[in-house]
């Protein structure tokens, strides 16, 4: 038996072994993909393909620690309805024996072409690090290719993470990068074909964009034009927190600016984070057949409370952010639910509320919720929201800052993540078992986080230090169906 049938025999006796659990977890997410076991990470090749969405995931299905991985795979015709397949890829071959890493996909004369890094250890502690090609004529079965870029010089290892597109007769691909002087970079390749591929140098970095050093590694580069303007996403590795930004592990956010394509020259902005929650990395966009280009990011942070998580108890760990419309607005990237999900609404609340130096209970009858609350007037220094033992919203108006306060996962401790912000008119949130994403002023600011509650959450308390009108609706939630 060869070594790709070998292992797809083992992952399918995990998932035997394990699904009776899957059903009895209440942290178990309702309205988020999450794997069906073991440790899910960043999101890889979303793309339309034959009338259907796919979404491949990194997987290690025989644990919750980053060692094995694989491509997991899912697909949709309606992002509610899904379908679970068996893993795209599996490290099989000498050019990714320790992991098929993250990558993208794309469509191209009726085939599904995944490119994906290839992670090889070395004997003597090192690594080696390829860009590869998978193809396939039915979006399941796919077939290796092999390494089509293999490490240029003045690069470390840390060089993987391929996205590609096209632009009229060209194909372009952004990798991320770690110079060897340890600096974070996304690196630029053309092609004609899609299997020679031409090195046009750095697109963003130190002394190419930016002045000074961000971070020792980008990882996970996703570059493409929308509203007008050109728009490079990454994570970069290695930034000092700041009070107001830079808050967990590793970052994930993006730059705007004007892609010349005759010198490929990119001059842009400054880098703003696209989520302050506690649990959002290596975010992946693609267009899809309406035309619009959706966000989907790990639901996760690889840090030292990774192994804290309960659901690890349960054989799996960590999920997939709700897909996300994006749009460019004064110099900014809002993101929004896509509109699919409203079809996971039920029973519905609404009422408005003028409210003077109080708090105010609203009952709450499920976990799975949507809330959303427009905010008419607001006169005072604080408004919070509070779903009791679970999560604190709290709006500072006169600092002109969100907080967002949860349990840590060991239960030693409350902790919290802050932004600044404005004004805030709008608060949209979509809570799951175990999971809350807030979209501020229409998706203007996020917090993306995971929380576990020791019991079921029955209300929510308003609080309102001064005096605010406000308008509420809430919603009951369906889940996903398999």
């Given amino acids: 038996m060869n070594k790709d049938l070998q292992l797809r025999e083992e992952i399918n006796k995990r998932l035997e072994q394990v699904r009776t659990k899957k059903m009895k977890d209440p942290y178990r997410l309702a309205f988020h993909l999450t794997p069906p076991v073991g440790l899910m990470n960043d999101p890889n090749g979303l793309v339309y ?27 949709s015709e309606d992002f509610i309805q899904w379908e679970e397949h068996p893993p795209a890829l599996v490290p099989s071959e000498w050019y990714e024996k320790d992991g098929c890493y993250s ?3 794309l469509t191209h004369q009726g085939k599904l072409y995944l490119f994906y890094t290839g992670n090889v250890r070395t004997n003597n502690g090192g690594r080696e690090s390829y860009q590869c090609l998978a193809v396939s004529e039915d979006g399941i079965h796919f077939e290796k290719q092999g390494p089509v870029i293999e490490l240029p010089k003045g690069y470390t290892s840390d060089f993987r993470d391929p996205k590609v597109w096209r632009e009229k007769d060209r194909w372009y691909m952004v990798v991320g990068a770690q110079t060897e002087s340890l600096e ?14 031409k090195l046009e140098g750095p697109l963003a970095g130190p002394g190419i964009s930016m002045s ?10 996703d570059f493409f034009s929308l509203d007008g303007k050109d728009v490079l996403i990454y994570s970069p590795q290695g930034l000092e927190s700041q009070q107001y930004q830079f808050q967990n592990l590793y970052q994930s956010g993006y730059i705007i600016g004007s892609w010349n394509r005759q010198t490929k020259r990119f001059e842009h902005g400054k880098f703003q984070e696209l989520d302050y929650g506690f649990d959002f990395y290596a975010p992946q966009t693609f267009t899809d057949n309406k035309k619009r280009r959706i966000l989907i990011a790990w639901m996760g942070m690889g840090d030292e409370q990774e192994q804290n998580h309960p659901t690890v108890q349960n054989d799996w760990l960590h999920a997939l952010t709700i897909p996300r419309e994006l749009r460019v607005k004064e110099g900014k990237i809002y993101q929004r639910p896509i509109n699919e999900l409203k079809t996971l609404r039920k029973s519905h609340f609404e009422a408005s509320f003028n409210l003077v130096h109080e708090q105010k209970e609203i009952d709450i009858y499920t976990q799975l919720q949507e809330i959303m609350i427009e905010i008419n007037k607001f006169d005072g220094k604080e408004l919070s929201l509070h ?12 600092q002109g800052v969100v907080t967002f306060e949860r349990m840590r996962f060991d239960r030693s401790e409350k902790e919290t993540r802050k932004c600044l912000v404005e004004t805030v008119k ?9 999971s809350v994403e807030i979209f501020l002023n229409n998706g203007e ?12 959450c029955t209300h929510c308390l308003l609080s309102v230090d001064g005096s605010a009108a406000l308008h509420w609706q809430n919603w009951d939630l369906d889940s996903f169906c398999f």
């Fill in 49 to 75: 393909f034959k009338d259907k969405y796919h979404v491949f995931f990194q997987w290690n299905p025989f644990g919750t620690k980053h060692t094995f991985k694989a491509w997991g795979h899912f697909s």
């Fill in 103 to 105: 990558g993208s996909a």
């Fill in 184 to 197: 974070g970079t996304v690196v630029l390749y053309s092609s004609l074909d899609l299997l020679k591929w």
């Fill in 212 to 221: 000074n050093k961000f971070g020792y590694m980008w990882e996970c580069p």
């Fill in 387 to 398: 779903l009791q033992g679970n999560w604190k919203l709290t709006y500072f108006k006169d």
């Fill in 426 to 434: 709008h608060i949209h949130i979509l809570q799951d078992h175990s």
């Fill in 445 to 456: 600011k996020v917090f993306t986080s995971r929380f576990y509650s020791e019991s079921t």
